[in-house]
């Protein structure tokens, strides 16, 4: 069976020169990389919030406090990966405020292994996407992701939507690496059970869905 | 190997970074388990339905909102800086 092909995500050769030239105060340097990035935190501060308003603030507070602190970016790692850290961080006090009854930490280990273990299997339809509108693709696949605890959900997304590596979803997150392996293990066992119900294979002649 | 000592190793196998060895007795055990390969096969296109969907667009009016928004901050926050120096 093929791997699935990881995202290349190297940054662009000049992304050094411009992190430089933002530190020493070039604005139009530093709106390059809001540029750059601004989607892509947005995305992350979305998956994590579930709240559009709240994504909002986490996309300018996230870049304002990069800016403020881009002196103690350390240049040995990406800047994509030091200013997703801290849009994660921003996303997360965000969510704390907004559910103070449930305590939102990246350090949870949630339930058991019990949850992960395959339940539901059944091959999926040839194109499964296609037996949906676009519209309710997203809503199922939104509403899917919505379902796993925050510590799976910003894993996965990181991983696997955005494309950062083992080492990288590690370092933004401070996790060890077998923790950042275990709950993406985990959050694509638990998406994958959830997504058989809508897109398994149905044999039973009526129709496509 | 059995399906359990096979899922401990589903993610490394999906992403690629396994040695020749372990991959080698993964593949063994997948010709025979079923219910191993839909699973690998469920999980992957999982994946790959996750990556290939945008769900969340940042619309281009609000994305130059929002620029604004953060340039204009950080213009306010050097200017406060240069005057405290």
């Not at chain 1, 030239?21 to 992350?44: Q, S, T």
């Not at chain 1, 501060?45 to 881009?70: C, P, S």
């Not at chain 1, 309710?136 to 605890?149: A, D, H, S």
């Not at chain 1, 979803?169 to 923790?179: E, G, M, Q, V, Y």
Request: hydrophobic letters at 35%; aromatic letters at 8%; a negative charge.
């Amino acid at each position: 069976m093929a791997t699935i092909q990881t995202k290349v995500n190297e940054p662009p050769s000049d992304e050094l020169e411009l992190v430089r030239a933002a530190k020493g105060g070039d604005i139009g340097a530093f709106e390059e990389l809001v540029r750059r990035y601004d989607r892509n935190v947005f995305r992350i501060a979305q998956h994590i919030t579930q709240n559009r308003e709240d994504a909002e603030d986490v996309v300018q507070d996230a870049f304002m406090k990069a800016y403020g602190n881009l002196t103690q970016f350390q240049e040995q790692s990406k800047f994509y990966t030091w200013l997703v850290r801290i849009a994660v961080n921003e996303a997360l006090m965000k969510l704390r405020r907004r559910r103070p009854e449930r305590t939102v930490s990246l350090d949870e280990d949630v339930k058991t292994e019990e949850d992960s273990i395959p339940r539901e299997i059944a091959d999926w339809s040839p194109n499964p996407e296609q037996q949906y509108t676009q519209a309710e693709l997203k809503q199922i696949l939104t509403k899917t992701i919505n379902g796993l605890p925050p510590s799976f959900r910003t894993v996965f997304v990181l991983r696997d939507v955005e494309g950062l590596s083992t080492e990288e979803t590690a370092d933004a997150l401070n996790l060890s690496i077998p923790a950042v392996k275990s709950r993406l293990l985990r959050a694509r066992l638990q998406l994958r059970e959830r997504l058989t119900k809508y897109f398994k294979r149905r044999d039973n002649g009526d129709g496509n869905k | 190997m059995n399906c359990s000592d096979f899922l401990k190793e589903l993610t490394d196998y999906l992403d690629g970074v396994i040695d020749a060895d372990t991959k080698a007795e993964l593949d063994e055990h997948l010709a025979w388990c079923h219910n191993c390969y839909v699973v690998c096969n469920t999980t992957k296109q999982t994946i790959e339905i996750y990556r290939g969907t945008e769900l969340y667009e940042l619309p281009d009016d609000l994305r130059s909102r929002l620029r604004s928004a953060i340039l204009k901050k950080c213009e306010t926050s050097k200017v406060a800086k240069k005057n405290e120096a």
